[in-house]
């Protein structure tokens, strides 16, 4: 698939993989995120799941918008042509996950903090079950900041009973824990 169909003045720079295309693009010198994936047959649930991750993650990146700590949304394409398409910022660094396979901790602990803030945040906006871990989290490569950049999995409390809201969010403070356990010191 061209990335031109969806957006003529982005440069492709790297692909990610993964259940729906990502792209590290280029777009006026600055660097993106570019998540995409193909409209599936309405008739197949199976077919749609990339293009419902799409959707979802773009109604989850507008409802966040000003949520420090997370990669926030810089363009919804919608639907172009057989395609559905976000751009998202793109935070330099390297996740939790590739720090741990090497080795290494994080030893400033405000860090964890800025974290905490952004989950707290994105609770009191409704979103829940977050898919908090290490591939999860970028740093920054000189550690002064850091993002969650996934939440397409999140939910939102209207969809849900109080119940499972309140199981989500109690889930998504384990995974913090475990990620402090980790990957910090």
Request: with cysteine; hydrophobic share 35%; net charge positive.
């Amino acid at each position: 698939m061209s990335l031109k169909i969806i957006d003529p003045t982005l440069r492709p720079s790297q692909n990610y993989g993964g259940s729906v295309e990502v792209y590290s693009v280029e777009k006026e010198g600055q660097l993106y995120i570019l998540k995409w994936a193909k409209k599936g047959n309405k008739n197949d649930k199976f077919s749609r799941y990339g293009e419902n991750a799409i959707r979802r993650e773009a109604r989850l990146l507008e409802r966040a918008a000003g949520v420090h700590g997370i990669t926030h949304l810089v363009e919804n394409y919608g639907s172009v042509g057989d395609y559905v398409a976000i751009r998202k910022e793109h935070f330099p660094g390297a996740s939790l996950g590739m720090l741990k396979q090497i080795g290494r901790k994080i030893e400033d602990k405000g860090l964890m903090k800025k974290l905490c803030r952004t989950v707290e945040d994105l609770h009191s906006l409704g979103i829940v079950d977050l898919e908090i871990a290490p591939r999860n989290v970028v740093i920054h490569p000189f550690q002064e900041d850091l993002r969650l950049i996934e939440i397409a999995s999140g939910k939102v409390r209207e969809n849900m009973s109080e119940n499972n809201f309140n199981k989500y969010r109690n889930q998504d403070w384990k995974d913090l824990e475990n990620l402090e356990t980790d990957c910090f010191f």
